[in-house]
């Protein structure tokens, strides 16, 4: 089965940037400290990464994030969602407006300008067309930024929250969650490494 899954990193203090992010300062100042697990050599911080990349049928994100990964010091062969762990999903990006060039032309795109729901329906697709050639269960992904995970969490849109808890206090920058309606999570695992706590949680739809 298919689960819409949203997958960030984020600080002890609830920012998913640092402050001042941008094209040209994706992550904000400082906030290259939030993914340090990513490139890290621990054992269970490779497996995390590993196997949320194996899992990825589709992957969801918002136009900010697509301009910094498409942008001149964006993603390439050894930096990206999955490089050298796995082939490359299919990514939707949520826009008000499509781009009239892309630099990473060689990765699947499709840019959804009816919003975030019509966004995650497209994953699902992407994800259920990808389980079936593949021979195996594929989930769609929202690997953010912010905004897009708390406007697919707050319209009741995702099935798991993955959160990756980062050792670091940014003081400012994108928040995950502002405000929205209270909901309690359950809690299905939690794995302490020396960069980041891992946290999974299930949302009751």
């Given at each position: 089965?298919?689960?819409?899954?949203?997958?960030?990193?984020?600080?002890?203090?609830?920012?998913?940037?640092?402050?001042?992010?941008?094209?040209?300062?994706?992550?904000?100042t400082?906030?290259?400290?939030?993914?340090?697990?990513?490139?890290?050599?621990?054992?269970?911080?490779?497996?995390?990464?590993?196997?949320?990349?194996?899992?990825?049928?589709?992957?969801?994100?918002?136009?900010?994030?697509?301009?910094?990964?498409?942008?001149?010091?964006?993603?390439?062969?050894?930096?990206?969602?999955?490089?050298?762990?796995?082939g490359?999903?299919?990514?939707?990006?949520?826009t008000?407006s499509?781009?009239?060039t892309?630099?990473?032309?060689?990765?699947?795109?499709?840019?959804?300008?009816?919003?975030?729901?019509?966004?995650?329906?497209?994953?699902?697709?992407?994800?259920?067309?990808?389980?079936?050639?593949?021979?195996?269960?594929?989930?769609?992904?929202?690997m953010?930024?912010?905004?897009?995970?708390?406007?697919?969490?707050?319209?009741?849109?995702?099935?798991?929250?993955?959160?990756?808890?980062?050792?670091?206090?940014?003081?400012?920058?994108?928040?995950?969650?502002?405000?929205?309606?209270?909901?309690?999570?359950?809690?299905?695992?939690?794995?302490?490494?020396?960069?980041?706590?891992?946290?999974?949680?299930?949302?009751?739809?």
């Open positions: 089965m298919t689960r819409i899954i949203a997958d960030i990193s984020v600080s002890l203090d609830g920012f998913v940037t640092g402050p001042d992010p941008g094209p040209d300062n994706g992550l904000g400082g906030g290259e400290a939030l993914h340090t697990w990513a490139f890290s050599d621990d054992p269970d911080d490779r497996r995390v990464l590993r196997e949320g990349t194996v899992r990825s049928g589709a992957v969801v994100l918002g136009r900010r994030l697509f301009d910094v990964v498409d942008g001149p010091g964006g993603w390439d062969d050894t930096v990206g969602y999955g490089a050298g762990e796995v490359k999903p299919s990514f939707v990006v949520v008000s499509p781009p009239q892309v630099r990473t032309a060689d990765l699947d795109w499709t840019f959804v300008t009816t919003g975030i729901a019509d966004a995650v329906t497209t994953a699902r697709e992407l994800a259920e067309a990808a389980s079936k050639a593949r021979g195996d269960d594929l989930d769609a992904v929202l953010g930024g912010g905004a897009v995970i708390r406007s697919a969490v707050e319209a009741g849109l995702v099935d798991v929250l993955s959160v990756h808890l980062a050792p670091v206090v940014l003081g400012a920058g994108t928040p995950l969650f502002t405000g929205g309606t209270p909901r309690t999570l359950v809690q299905r695992s939690v794995l302490a490494t020396s960069t980041a706590t891992h946290l999974v949680y299930d949302i009751a739809r």
